[in-house]
Nanobody
Framework: QVQLMESGGGLVQAGGSLRLSCAASRSIIVINSMAWYRQASGDQRELVAVITRDGSTNYQDSVKGRFSISRDNAKNTVYLQMNNLESDDTAVYYC?????????WGKGTLVTVSS
């Protein structure tokens, strides 16, 4: 199964930017979709953004216009560019891969936005 490793989290002030990376252990070309989820303390995990194998994207309403998901198949990596961050974006961000109906998860990276 594919292994996923997130990086790029950290502490940032409101209005700032971060770029998260998700490195996969093997080719992501054949993976149906890759996604970023997040989970704030005390909340359920929620979908933030998804990118399909053909490059189609979809976003949670609260991040539309601020976040951008992309993939580099040559590097087996998916990115989440986060701009104009808000305190409500504070959460652990998880990378996920949907491979033939089986969902794989990374261990997450913490994003903290200070107001």
């Amino acid at each position: 199964q594919v292994q996923l490793m997130e990086s790029g989290g950290g502490l940032v002030q409101a209005g700032g930017s971060l770029r998260l990376s998700c490195a996969a252990s093997r080719s992501i070309i054949v993976i149906n979709s890759m996604a970023w989820y997040r989970q704030a303390s005390g909340d359920q995990r929620e979908l933030v953004a998804v990118i399909t194998r053909d490059g189609s994207t979809n976003y949670q309403d609260s991040v539309k216009g601020r976040f951008s998901i992309s993939r580099d198949n040559a590097k087996n990596t998916v990115y989440l560019q986060m701009n104009n961050l808000e305190s409500d974006d504070t959460a652990v961000y998880y990378c996920s891969a949907d491979e033939n109906g089986i969902r794989h998860w990374g261990k997450g990276t913490l994003v903290t936005v200070s107001s």
